[in-house]
């Protein structure tokens, strides 16, 4: 399954929104009902943080500014107010099929 | 607090082999399912393999019939035997840890790999 990612690099204002998109060459809907596509946040130097779980559901500790949403094919991340600490490369990955795969990252920067 | 210490790599000329450990704390290894994730220099994340509780493992396709997953429950380590290196293994290999149906997620720092003569 080919994840791609957009846009791949997110310059943006503190305090503003962001949002990235994430497509599936195939849908990603689990024989169980479920749908295993997932958001990795990696800050750097650092190794990577998973946020979102099962589309939306963040992961403990993750700041409620960070949401997940999005069915099938086509997922989205978004940030509802940007802060300093949110820079760095955001991957999206799914875990319905295998092999397993990522995105191919989308860097976000403050403007 | 959970730990993830991965170690095993190193500069290794292409064809060798190594191993990769990942010793784990406060953290159960066998009753979770296991991964190595590997970053090559200046690039995104490629997921390399999985272990199950189960046992069951699965591969990727660029190292499938050269690298094993495997566990040692005594010691609560996971490791990567790799063997048949190539210079486009190179990458940092990170351990991780999780569940996709909860909130349970944990990395290592990583383990540098370097494949050149």
């Known amino acids: 399954v080919v994840m791609t990612q957009s846009p791949l690099s997110l310059p943006v204002t503190l305090g503003q929104p962001a949002s990235i998109s994430c497509r599936s060459s195939?849908?990603?809907?689990?024989?169980?009902?479920?749908?295993?596509l997932h958001w990795f946040q990696q800050r750097p130097g650092q190794s990577p943080r998973r946020l979102i779980y099962?589309?939306?559901n963040r992961d403990s500790g993750v700041p409620d500014r960070f949401s997940g949403s999005g069915s099938g094919t086509d997922f989205t991340l978004e940030i509802s107010r940007v802060e300093a600490e949110d820079v760095g490369v955001y991957y999206c990955?799914?875990?319905?099929?295998?092999?397993?795969?990522f995105g191919q990252g989308t860097k976000l920067e403050i403007k | 607090e959970v730990q993830l210490v991965e170690s095993g790599g190193g500069l290794i000329q292409p064809g060798g082999s190594l191993r990769l450990s990942c010793a784990a704390s406060?953290?159960?290894?066998?009753?979770?399912?296991m991964s190595w994730v590997r970053q090559a220099p200046g690039k995104g994340l490629e997921w390399v393999s999985t272990?199950?509780?189960?046992?069951?493992?699965y591969y990727a396709d660029s190292v499938k019939g050269r690298f094993t997953i495997s566990r040692d429950n005594s010691k609560n380590t996971l490791y990567l035997q790799m063997n048949s290196l190539r210079a486009e293994d190179t990458a940092l290999y990170y351990c991780?840890?999780?569940?996709?149906?909860?909130?349970?997620?944990?990395w290592g720092q990583g383990t540098l790999v370097t494949v050149s003569s």
């Open positions: 991780r840890g999780y569940s996709s149906r909860s909130s349970f997620d944990y």
């Open positions: 406060e953290f159960t290894v066998s009753s979770n399912s």
């Open positions: 272990i199950y509780s189960s046992g069951t493992t």
């Open positions: 195939q849908s990603l809907v689990y024989s169980d009902g479920n749908t295993y």
């Open positions: 099962k589309v939306s």
């Open positions: 990955m799914q875990s319905t099929h295998w092999p397993h795969s």
